[in-house]
């Protein structure tokens, strides 16, 4: 096999592996292991309910060969829009610090529940655990208190902010705030079912300063009604330039390729459509290499 898109040096800042309360495919250790095999540079593993810092630290241990790193996910399990454990996290070592994902107040709007993601394998609600969804605006639409904080401490530890499932409106808030203070931010998935942006959103928001990270599960055979076309993919980086993208595979669960085969195969259809492969290479290794390392 002589793949026409290599993924050597390459770097996947999304992945979902075991332990979760969703299933998964693999665990921490087989996705560090798989990541060696393809050759990549590094992976950052991701969990809804929990910080995977500790997971990181104890993989790089069991699979030196490639560097795995580990954030937060600022769900209701942790406090949500907590600066304290922020800080914790940061001085343990975390590179990336996600707003809310499933318990946002965009995603219960969406999806009509927090904990919910309209799948009977990806379901977490508990009326006792949270019936109201989080923002990071206050009722005058302005960035809280603590979600600033929260941006300046990862500014101050070089870390980067990833934007998960908040609206239109928080998302420029955000990225607008963490733009004029210099931290790193990664729009994520702005083509998935939250946030849905538009070329023309996208484009808005990394003039401003952030970054969008493309996820391969969003157009591969989800079990959704919601996967965005390639084409449209191809327009968006063709519009703003393939030096305000990553790619990531956002892998890991039972119904999806492996990390490392979606981010291949997803690379490879891109490359189909057009996009040169130096481009690709900008998105999968010297543009995550930086926003890691910088």
Same mark, same amino acid.
């Given at each position: 096999?002589?793949?026409?898109?290599?993924?050597?040096?390459?770097?996947?800042?999304?992945?979902?592996?075991?332990?979760?309360?969703?299933?998964?495919?693999?665990?921490?250790?087989?996705?560090?292991?798989?990541?060696?095999?393809?050759?990549?540079?590094?992976?950052?593993?991701?969990?809804?309910?929990?910080?995977?810092?500790?997971?990181?630290?104890?993989?790089?241990?069991?699979?030196?060969?490639?560097?795995?790193?580990?954030?937060?996910?600022?769900?209701?399990?942790?406090?949500?829009?907590?600066?304290?454990?922020?800080?914790?996290?940061?001085?343990?070592?975390?590179?990336?610090?996600?707003?809310?994902?499933?318990?946002?107040?965009?995603?219960?709007?969406?999806?009509?529940?927090?904990?919910?993601?309209?799948?009977?394998?990806?379901?977490?609600?508990?009326?006792?655990?949270?019936?109201?969804?989080?923002?990071?605006? /206050? %009722?005058?639409?302005?960035?809280?208190?603590?979600?600033?904080?929260? $941006?300046? @401490?990862?500014?101050?530890? *070089?870390? &980067? !902010?990833?934007?998960?499932?908040?609206?239109?409106?928080?998302?420029?808030?955000?990225?607008?705030?963490?733009?004029?203070?210099?931290?790193?931010?990664?729009?994520?998935?702005?083509?998935?079912?939250?946030?849905?942006?538009?070329?023309?959103?996208?484009?808005?928001?990394?003039?401003?300063?952030?970054?969008?990270?493309?996820?391969?599960?969003?157009?591969?055979?989800?079990? /959704? %009604?919601?996967?965005?076309?390639?084409?449209?993919?191809?327009?968006? $980086?063709? @519009?703003?330039?393939?030096? *305000?993208? &990553? !790619?990531?595979?956002?892998?890991?669960?039972?119904?999806?390729?492996?990390?490392?085969?979606?981010?291949?195969?997803?690379?490879?259809?891109?490359?189909?459509?057009?996009?040169?492969?130096?481009?690709?290479?900008?998105?999968?290794?010297?543009?995550?290499?930086?926003?890691?390392?910088?």
């Amino acid at each position: 096999m002589n793949p026409r898109i290599k993924l050597t040096g390459a770097y996947d800042l999304h992945i979902h592996s075991a332990p979760s309360i969703y299933p998964r495919y693999i665990t921490d250790e087989e996705a560090a292991q798989q990541a060696r095999d393809a050759d990549l540079a590094g992976i950052m593993l991701k969990c809804h309910f929990e910080s995977t810092v500790s997971r990181a630290f104890f993989v790089n241990k069991l699979v030196p060969e490639v560097c795995t790193y580990g954030g937060i996910v600022l769900n209701t399990f942790v406090g949500g829009i907590n600066p304290r454990i922020v800080e914790t996290i940061l001085d343990q070592g975390a590179r990336q610090v996600w707003f809310p994902t499933m318990d946002s107040a965009e995603h219960q709007r969406v999806f009509g529940s927090v904990g919910s993601y309209g799948l009977a394998s990806m379901d977490a609600n508990d009326q006792e655990r949270a019936t109201q969804g989080i923002t990071v605006l /206050t %009722s005058s639409g302005e960035l809280t208190h603590e979600t600033r904080r929260i $941006i300046e @401490l990862v500014q101050a530890h *070089k870390a &980067i !902010i990833g934007t998960c499932h908040l609206s239109r409106e928080e998302l420029r808030a955000v990225v607008k705030y963490a733009g004029e203070i210099g931290t790193k931010t990664l729009i994520t998935h702005p083509f998935f079912t939250v946030p849905d942006l538009g070329t023309d959103e996208l484009k808005e928001l990394t003039d401003l300063g952030g970054i969008a990270e493309l996820l391969a599960i969003t157009v591969f055979n989800l079990p /959704t %009604s919601h996967r965005p076309p390639l084409q449209r993919i191809k327009e968006a $980086i063709d @519009l703003i330039g393939p030096d *305000k993208f &990553i !790619i990531s595979s956002d892998g890991g669960q039972p119904f999806n390729p492996t990390p490392c085969e979606a981010l291949r195969v997803y690379a490879e259809s891109l490359f189909e459509l057009g996009v040169p492969a130096n481009d690709l290479r900008m998105m999968m290794v010297e543009t995550p290499e930086r926003m890691l390392h910088e």
